[in-house]
């Protein structure tokens, strides 16, 4: 094909749609399925991968290698992308342990260099990982999440819509959304002003939320109060969503630091 450079390693099971590119000494392994007008720079692996369309690949990525898990039994399992993914230098995606449930990651999504995405994480759409970031296996992040640099991320932690994790936190605690978090055991500071409003949600509703997160997380009732409390007003969905973020949460919910500014990045 001539998008393949001729010193890459293409196993012959693999599928790859002939208008994308493949750079020198890329080893695309077994099980592959690449869709159409990805870029796949130098030196990366490839394996166990079913990829979308127009995803940039830059260089020495390992994407569907198998996972850090001693209970991983050599299965065929899989990585699964989406659409118009740009990842980076060094950065690692390992496969599920299960079968019937990938690791996925959504559309639109950046991973920066050297950032990690463990087995059978569920990544969503239009996330940013910042570079050195740790994501842990069965991890769970939801659309428009942020995350800055060197953040670790504990297994089986959820991280809501549209948060925010400041550079080196550390989250033992699930994060909810539209929420900023930062600290060695990550804390709520106060909310994502700037990514709602670019997000397009509108003034009322970002004071909605606002109102929201100050009765679950500022009051002096249980959050299960709080949460009741909100839902007997018939919340807009965001709000809702909050609420259900939180009442299914396993791990337990990150709780509010004290003496933040009071104007949510505002």
Do not use: W
């Not at 060094?90 to 991973?111: A, E, F």
Request: a neutral charge; hydrophobic letters at 40%; proline letters at 5%.
């Amino acid at each position: 094909m001539p998008n393949i450079h001729p010193t890459a390693v293409i196993d012959p099971s693999a599928q790859i749609d002939r208008s994308t590119q493949i750079g020198p000494f890329t080893v695309i392994g077994p099980n592959v399925i690449i869709g159409k007008d990805n870029i796949i720079g130098p030196h990366c692996v490839i394996e166990n991968t079913t990829m979308g369309d127009k995803n940039r690949i830059i260089a020495s990525a390992f994407i569907g290698v198998m996972p850090q898990d001693l209970s991983y039994n050599g299965e065929d399992t899989r990585v699964v992308m989406g659409n118009g993914n740009q990842i980076r230098e060094c950065v690692t995606i390992h496969r599920s342990t299960k079968l019937d449930v990938p690791t996925s990651i959504g559309n639109n999504c950046l991973l920066m260099a050297n950032s990690h995405v463990a087995h059978d994480c569920h990544l969503g759409n239009n996330i940013i990982v910042a570079n050195s970031t740790g994501i842990a296996g069965h991890v769970i992040v939801e659309d428009r999440v942020v995350m800055s640099g060197m953040v670790g991320i504990h297994q089986f932690v959820r991280v809501g819509t549209m948060a925010m994790l400041s550079g080196g936190a550390m989250l033992p605690l699930d994060i909810p959304p539209y929420c900023i978090a930062q600290g060695e055991r990550a804390r709520l500071v106060g909310l994502n002003i700037v990514g709602m409003r670019r997000a397009g949600l509108s003034r009322e509703t970002i004071m909605e939320i606002r109102r929201a997160f100050k009765t679950l997380f500022r009051g002096t009732k249980r959050l299960e109060e709080a949460m009741a409390e909100l839902e007997a007003e018939h919340p807009c969905k965001e709000v809702q969503h909050m609420i259900d973020f939180c009442r299914a949460s396993s791990r337990g919910v990150a709780l509010a630091k004290r003496k933040v500014n009071e104007a949510d990045n505002d």
